[in-house]
């Protein structure tokens, strides 16, 4: 799916889906990948390897605790365009290649409140096999950057 697909797709299914919040996190990890970060941190992603599940990511959510993010995967390594249309919370967008290494980082991108399709795009440089968002200020926080390789298991 080319980057402009993935944004009409995007807007076609923030305009049609049914609004919802998720408060706070629970103890749960059922459902979740581990990710493990240099020095052996780990953090919990929920996984978007659909269509729809990539559309939604993290929108109308209020809250993301630290030790949360959405791993999204795709087919094919591409400079996959992200947004934050109907994104309540700030945060770090990361691309990883198919080593699982960064090749990119939007660090605290704001919340956008418009109701045109007007908010801001995100896009790297290089091909992204991997994309994960995590709150805002926490790329920063764990001391990811470009180059970083984090580990983890797609099912």
């Known amino acids: 799916m080319q980057p402009r697909s993935l944004s009409v797709l995007l807007f076609t299914l923030a305009f049609f889906s049914p609004s919802y919040t998720q408060a706070g996190s629970d103890s749960s990890t059922a459902g979740l990948i581990p990710i493990t970060l240099p020095g052996g941190t780990l953090i919990h992603a929920e996984i978007a390897d659909t269509p729809r599940k990539r559309a939604e990511g993290l929108m109308y959510r209020e809250h993301l605790a630290k030790n949360r993010g959405m791993l999204f995967t795709f087919d094919q390594a591409q400079p996959w365009t992200f947004w934050m249309k109907n994104t309540k919370i700030p945060l770090d967008i990361i691309w990883m290649n198919e080593k699982k290494q960064i090749?990119?980082?939007?660090?605290?991108?704001?919340?956008?409140?418009?109701?045109?399709?007007?908010?801001?795009?995100?896009?790297?440089?290089?091909?992204?096999?991997?994309?994960?968002?995590?709150?805002?200020?926490?790329?920063?926080?764990?001391?990811?950057?470009?180059?970083?390789?984090?580990?983890?298991?797609?099912?």
């Open 103 to 155: 090749v990119h980082i939007e660090s605290n991108v704001p919340i956008c409140t418009r109701t045109d399709d007007g908010c801001r795009q995100y896009q790297p440089n290089e091909p992204a096999l991997y994309v994960l968002e995590l709150g805002g200020g926490m790329a920063e926080y764990y001391k990811l950057q470009k180059g970083t390789t984090l580990r983890f298991r797609v099912p």
